[in-house]
């Protein structure tokens, strides 16, 4: 059995998913594959090549975590929870081209893999949708996580998605053809703890200021001007990240309007609400770095009509759209010390006719 993932960039909502607001997400043509078979024992055997890796476990439930993050059992346990029986072991081979660790979610896609190879190879039926629900709750609700679902679900779903959370889990796939992007890889590792401390706990702290006082405010729904009545209860850093989260809220929602065809499609609409979208992520959340900036920066004076920063922040990787030369955004990126690939909108996790890495 041969199944592959795609990575994901998200085109807009960074640092809003765990706010209760919605993001749009697009998978990549970036992926990484699981390949194997049922073996005569009941060890489950894993090997990863790209990073020089072995991992084995035997399968006797429940499957207790010897580490951090024990996804490979925790999705055992899931299914296992949910009535599957898992009772044959598996020789497995995990091969990729997404960046790891770099936000383009190498992680959550390795783990979408690892649920589609157990649901083909024990016959179990689920759809991309519930592959993604199932892997939200191996990597998040598992371990008591903080994060979103957006990784999951763009991975495992494909295509490009708008995905809500509240009031109950919603997504929409979008079917408008994109161009070309490039994904730039900075080579900076992420500080994502560091950039949660700041823009996910200052915010939260500053809704809570703010609903003690309206226990009713909704982030969704607000305007600035609602808004103003806080102002002298939060601190200035709480005051300019709810600024900026409204703002990215409003960007996202332009954009939805353009790929559901309520407002007219324009490639260079496109890259104009990126372009305003990393001005918060930069200026305000405070999440992008010197050489990320030097990156994006590149990519627009080569031709590339927008570009922000991808995932958490603090290091990993940006994206430029560019339908047209994207191979001078390439060359631009490298030259500012930057790893970049071309990259278009993919497919989600499916099952592979051949390997696709030899």
């Known amino acids: 059995m041969i199944v592959s993932t795609p990575g994901r960039i998200c085109?807009?909502?960074?640092?809003q998913d765990y706010l209760g607001l919605p993001v749009i997400a697009a998978a990549i043509s970036k992926r990484i594959q699981m390949k194997g078979q049922f073996r005569a024992d009941k060890i489950v055997r894993f090997s990863l090549?790209?990073?020089?890796?072995v991992e084995e476990f035997e399968l006797d439930f429940p499957l207790s975590y010897t580490k951090e993050r024990?996804?490979?059992?925790?999705?055992?346990?899931?299914?296992?929870?949910?009535g599957h029986s898992l009772a044959k072991g598996l020789?497995?081979?995990?091969?990729?081209?997404?960046?790891?660790?770099?936000?383009?979610?190498?992680?959550?896609?390795?783990?979408?893999?690892?649920?589609?190879?157990?649901?083909?190879?024990?016959?179990?039926?689920?759809?991309?949708?519930?592959?993604?629900?199932?892997?939200?709750?191996a990597e998040?609700?598992?371990?008591?996580?903080?994060?979103g679902m957006m990784d999951q679900y763009s991975t495992a779903v494909g295509n490009v998605i708008f995905l809500e959370s509240r009031p109950k889990i919603a997504i929409e796939t979008y079917a408008r053809e994109l161009g070309t992007f490039v994904l730039g890889d900075s080579l900076e590792a992420k500080d994502t703890?560091?950039?949660?401390?700041?823009?996910?706990?200052?915010?939260?702290?500053?809704?809570?200021?703010?609903?003690?006082?309206?226990?009713?405010?909704?982030?969704?729904?607000?305007?600035?001007?609602?808004?103003?009545?806080?102002?002298?209860?939060?601190?200035?850093?709480e005051w300019i990240l709810l600024q900026a989260n409204i703002s990215d809220r409003?960007?996202?929602?332009?954009?939805?309007?353009?790929?559901?065809?309520?407002?007219?499609?324009?490639?260079?609409?496109?890259?104009?609400?990126?372009?305003?979208?990393?001005v918060n992520l930069r200026e305000h959340k405070q999440i992008s770095t010197t050489?990320?900036?030097?990156?994006?920066?590149?990519?627009?004076?080569?031709?590339?009509?927008?570009?922000?920063?991808?995932?958490?922040?603090?290091?990993?990787?940006?994206?430029?759209?560019?339908?047209?030369?994207?191979?001078?955004?390439?060359e631009a990126i490298e030259k500012e010390g930057g790893k970049a690939y071309i990259i278009r909108v993919d497919e989600g996790t499916k099952v592979e006719k051949e390997s696709l890495f030899y």
């Not at 609602?226 to 200035?236: E, K």
């Open 140 to 147: 998040v609700l598992e371990f008591t996580e903080p994060g």
């Open 291 to 330: 050489k990320i900036d030097r990156m994006i920066q590149a990519s627009l004076e080569a031709g590339a009509l927008g570009a922000k920063i991808n995932g958490s922040g603090g290091g990993g990787c940006m994206f430029a759209y560019a339908p047209v030369h994207p191979e001078k955004v390439v």
């Open 193 to 237: 703890l560091k950039i949660l401390a700041h823009v996910k706990f200052g915010m939260l702290s500053g809704l809570e200021k703010i609903q003690q006082v309206n226990p009713d405010f909704d982030l969704e729904k607000a305007s600035l001007e609602d808004c103003l009545t806080y102002q002298s209860i939060l601190t200035d850093a």
């Open 91 to 137: 020789e497995i081979e995990v091969r990729g081209n997404i960046p790891i660790n770099s936000g383009t979610s190498s992680s959550s896609a390795m783990i979408v893999s690892w649920v589609k190879f157990l649901c083909e190879m024990y016959q179990i039926p689920a759809t991309q949708k519930e592959i993604g629900e199932i892997t939200y709750e």
């Open 70 to 82: 024990d996804y490979f059992k925790s999705v055992c346990n899931v299914l296992h929870r949910k």
């Open 11 to 15: 085109l807009f909502g960074e640092h």
């Open 49 to 53: 090549p790209d990073i020089e890796s």
């Open 250 to 278: 409003d960007i996202l929602l332009e954009a939805k309007e353009m790929f559901e065809g309520k407002s007219e499609w324009s490639d260079e609409k496109l890259g104009d609400l990126l372009n305003r979208h990393q």
